[in-house]
């Protein structure tokens, strides 16, 4: 049942006039009419000033405003003005959700049934000076000139439609619900993808020709600025603040689920865009600069996929036009994929001119923005990041929403990038701007302090961004080895050691507060380079070179040869002991060392690294990322060394008068004056998501301990959790509980004569 507006206006005064009612009770009468009609029973309460919720202004006669704030709106209804018609509040309420549904009509009345867009055409010369003249002229020119503002009136209508649109629904509205509920409810979404077309669309035949040696008509301009204004308002509908109401974020991902059919589109549309206007030249100038169209196509794509597990294998798995590839082969570096969404990523990576240095070149910074947003697509693509479930998508919600996926395809789109390559172009970009920010941070700083923080911030972001994409590809060994072979491993080394450059021989508090400036700005270069430096700790040998190093920082070896990180970790740790994805990223780095590797351990521990993660599980208490993976560096790092010295391994660390349970006395010492048992037992052990971690940690450390389940119907029936029937202490693997479990397998004596005899039998 779908509840109009001009129902619940008409409703208020019946209740008025047939009850008698005055305005406030006549308008909680006709909300408490409606939610028992929908099922639902919203508690109501008064009060002097409004609340995050919507909200009722009731003129009392008296210049008193009364405000009634409804507990639980019901969604069913929060697409309604909940005041009374005849106050000014309510009068205006009405009038700007009237005014929104026009706008909405009009946009809606320039696609055909056969989804063509027709746009007003921009008058010509012509009839702009005949209109600018038409004080004096005939009855034919003044027709004329009233034809040519009214086809002007339209174009701003159009153009303020849209503005208007992205006003309404952008996430830092406070009151975009009403408004997402009245945009979901029309057709408004297809329109905005049709008019994704109104940009002339080149033939295969114009592959080769250059659009730059020509100026672009002022119609072509019209509709570039109308191109650029559809992504920018569809880029306010789909993006989710984290700051909303879970019911716009839950309509947000709905419209998302809508928009996958324009994926193919978006996908097509953008790879014609930066094939015709060669990314890496300038591609023209000022506001409808196809530079900065093809910027927002790519923002435009983040929202479509960002939480749409759908959109990310629409847009992964869309389709080009075979010709149209086949023109763009002959001018233009392209990848072997019958994947749209990957071609047109490697097509901006390879294509994509970073010039060296430091000048101040506009065109320069746009192909950064390019590329920084290219990475932030690649990486968006290949994370699972949609965790909606059916009862806050409002259908099916999370990986099964749309296109019949049912589990991520992180894995597989990484293996499609990964097969053409795209790794290759990420290393170099990643070199190339590490480099240039070497002339700054480095001794080999020759320009002096000629570099603004605005210009070394691009360039830090930039690097971020590439290091993260970096990041989400190491899925497997196999990437991990290709990445090495391309020398990812001084390249990671470096930007950390950026991330953590400081001049330690300040003196004035001016000086000071560079410092801390530089840091703050430095700490996603930190993060970034932390994540893949985690990622390649998969593979035990190229983990080893990371942790003890196999060059010094001035000599490199071999293209896989690098100094050691894990000073520079630790430091990062120090450095940045508020950020939990820092944090959380060392931590996990840290256990990824110890796992399998005694000298690795023995180095996290002389380094001081145990006081380091302590320090973050005791700091982020409430992170269960950071506890589980400071839980699993302290399980790594104490059972291999306990292990080690068990004989497990060659080298031995008791040796000469230390007796074997001395060294591990010593190691427990360690860790116990830093108070790990605390820490384990209080913090990371109430968390559902490190309790297991936890529990490996003490139990190798030598504590006592125990896990215990509970039923989660007893707890939520308010029962004692110390009954026996409650609490049980939950079985290990490997524990005996069937007496007549053999955990060894032993043969029957019997079994080959039984054998024989069921085949005789069979042969009979």
Same mark, same amino acid.
């Given at each position: 049942m779908t509840i109009s507006q001009e129902?619940?206006?008409?409703?208020?005064?019946? *209740?008025?006039?047939?009850?008698?009612?005055?305005?406030?009770?006549?308008?909680?009468?006709?909300?408490?009419?409606?939610?028992?009609?929908?099922? #639902?029973?919203?508690?109501?309460?008064? +009060?002097?000033?409004?609340?995050?919720?919507?909200?009722?202004?009731?003129?009392?006669?008296?210049?008193?405003?009364?405000?009634?704030?409804?507990?639980? @709106?019901?969604?069913?209804?929060?697409?309604?003005?909940?005041?009374?018609?005849?106050?000014?509040?309510?009068?205006?309420?009405?009038?700007?959700?009237?005014?929104?549904?026009?706008?909405?009509?009009?946009?809606?009345?320039?696609?055909?049934?056969?989804? +063509?867009?027709?746009?007003?055409?921009?008058?010509?010369?012509?009839?702009?000076?005949?209109?600018?003249?038409?004080?004096?002229?005939?009855?034919?020119?003044?027709?004329?000139?009233?034809?040519?503002?009214?086809?002007?009136?339209?174009?701003?209508?159009?153009?303020?439609a849209l503005d208007q649109l992205a006003t309404k629904l952008q996430s830092n509205n406070h009151d975009a619900l009403p408004y997402l509920i009245i945009f979901q409810q029309s057709s408004s979404i297809y329109t905005l993808m049709s008019f994704l077309t109104t940009i002339i669309q080149p033939t295969a035949n114009d592959g080769t020709t250059n659009n730059n040696e020509s100026a672009p008509t002022k119609e072509e301009v019209y509709k570039l600025q109308i191109l650029r204004q559809t992504a920018n308002t569809l880029i306010s509908i789909l993006t989710s603040s984290s700051k909303e109401n879970v019911k716009c974020t839950a309509l947000r991902g709905d419209i998302r689920d809508l928009f996958i059919v324009g994926l193919n589109r978006l996908v097509g549309l953008l790879f014609r865009l930066v094939v015709t206007t060669s990314v890496g030249d300038d591609g023209g100038d000022g506001a409808v600069s196809p530079k900065n169209l093809v910027l927002d196509l790519l923002k435009l794509s983040i929202s479509a996929v960002r939480g749409c597990e759908g959109g990310k294998v629409a847009f992964v798995q869309s389709t080009i036009d075979d010709s149209f590839v086949k023109v763009a082969a002959?001018?233009?570096?392209?990848?072997? $994929?019958?994947?749209?969404?990957?071609?047109?990523?490697?097509?901006?990576?390879?294509?994509?001119?970073?010039?060296?240095?430091?000048?101040? !070149?506009?065109?320069?910074?746009?192909?950064?923005?390019?590329?920084?947003?290219?990475?932030?697509?690649?990486?968006?693509?290949?994370?699972?990041? !949609?965790?909606?479930?059916?009862?806050?998508?409002?259908?099916?919600?999370?990986?099964?929403?749309?296109?019949?996926?049912?589990?991520?395809?992180?894995?597989?789109?990484?293996?499609?990038? #990964?097969?053409?390559g795209v790794e290759s172009l990420l290393v170099k970009v990643a070199d190339g701007i590490l480099n240039d920010l070497l002339l700054v941070d480095g001794e080999d700083n020759t320009?002096?302090?000629?570099? !603004?923080?605005?210009?070394?911030?691009?360039?830090?972001?930039?690097?971020?961004?590439?290091?993260?994409?970096?990041? +989400?590809?190491?899925?497997?060994?196999? @990437?991990?080895?290709?990445?090495?072979?391309?020398?990812?491993?001084?390249?990671?080394?470096?930007?950390?050691?950026?991330?953590?450059?400081? *001049?330690?021989?300040? $003196?004035t508090d001016e000086e000071e507060s560079s410092t801390r400036s530089n840091l703050l700005r430095k700490h996603r270069l930190a993060a970034g380079s932390l994540g893949v430096i985690r990622n390649l700790c998969g593979n035990d040998e190229i983990k080893t070179n990371l942790c003890l190093g196999s060059s010094t920082d001035h000599q490199q070896v071999s293209i896989s040869s690098t100094p050691s990180a894990l000073p520079h970790l630790l430091r990062a740790m120090q450095l940045y002991p508020t950020i939990s994805p820092i944090q959380e990223h060392a931590c996990g780095t840290l256990a990824a060392m110890a796992l399998r590797r005694p000298s690795n351990a023995r180095a996290i521990i002389d380094e001081g690294g145990p006081r380091l993660i302590l320090t973050a599980m005791k700091r982020h208490e409430e992170n269960v990322s950071v506890q589980r993976q400071g839980a699993l560096a302290v399980r790594n790092i104490v059972s291999r060394l306990m292990r080690d010295l068990d004989g497990s391994s060659g080298d031995n660390v008791a040796s000469g008068n230390t007796t074997v349970e001395d060294a591990r006395s010593a190691i427990r010492d360690r860790f116990g004056e830093l108070g790990v048992e605390d820490v384990l037992r209080n913090i990371a052990g109430r968390h559902q998501g490190s309790v297991d971690e936890a529990y490996a940690a003490l139990r190798d450390l030598g504590y006592s301990v125990t896990l215990t389940k509970f039923s989660a119907e007893d707890l939520e029936g308010g029962n004692n959790i110390s009954n026996s029937n409650v609490v049980g202490r939950t079985m290990m693997f490997g524990e005996k509980h069937n007496s007549n479990f053999r955990p060894v397998y032993e043969q029957s004596t019997g079994l080959d004569n039984a054998v024989d005899e069921a085949v005789s039998n069979f042969g009979a």
């Open positions: 129902l619940f206006d008409e409703t208020i005064l019946e *209740n008025e006039e047939c009850f008698d009612l005055p305005p406030l009770e006549a308008l909680r009468e006709t909300i408490d009419q409606f939610c028992q009609q929908l099922g #639902h029973s919203p508690r109501q309460q008064q +009060v002097v000033n409004g609340g995050d919720l919507p909200t009722t202004t009731i003129d009392d006669g008296d210049s008193n405003d009364v405000v009634m704030t409804l507990q639980s @709106i019901p969604g069913d209804m929060a697409h309604l003005t909940l005041t009374h018609p005849s106050t000014p509040h309510g009068q205006v309420e009405r009038e700007n959700r009237r005014m929104f549904r026009n706008w909405l009509s009009l946009l809606d009345d320039c696609v055909g049934v056969d989804g +063509v867009v027709t746009l007003p055409s921009p008058p010509s010369p012509t009839l702009t000076s005949l209109a600018a003249d038409a004080g004096g002229a005939d009855s034919e020119d003044v027709t004329i000139a009233n034809t040519t503002a009214q086809m002007t009136a339209n174009n701003d209508k159009i153009a303020e002959k001018t233009l570096t392209l990848c072997n $994929t019958k994947r749209g969404g990957v071609q047109v990523l490697y097509t901006i990576l390879s294509n994509t001119t970073l010039k060296v240095g430091w000048e101040d !070149d506009e065109s320069a910074t746009m192909n950064m923005m390019i590329i920084e947003a290219t990475c932030q697509l690649l990486t968006t693509l290949c994370r699972y990041d !949609d965790f909606r479930t059916p009862s806050t998508a409002g259908g099916a919600g999370g990986a099964a929403a749309a296109g019949g996926v049912s589990t991520s395809s992180a894995h597989d789109h990484a293996m499609e990038f #990964h097969r053409v320009d002096g302090d000629c570099h !603004d923080d605005e210009c070394l911030a691009k360039k830090e972001l930039l690097a971020a961004a590439v290091l993260t994409a970096l990041r +989400v590809l190491a899925v497997n060994d196999e @990437i991990i080895q290709t990445m090495v072979a391309l020398g990812v491993l001084p390249i990671v080394t470096k930007a950390l050691r950026l991330s953590v450059t400081t *001049n330690d021989t300040t $003196t």
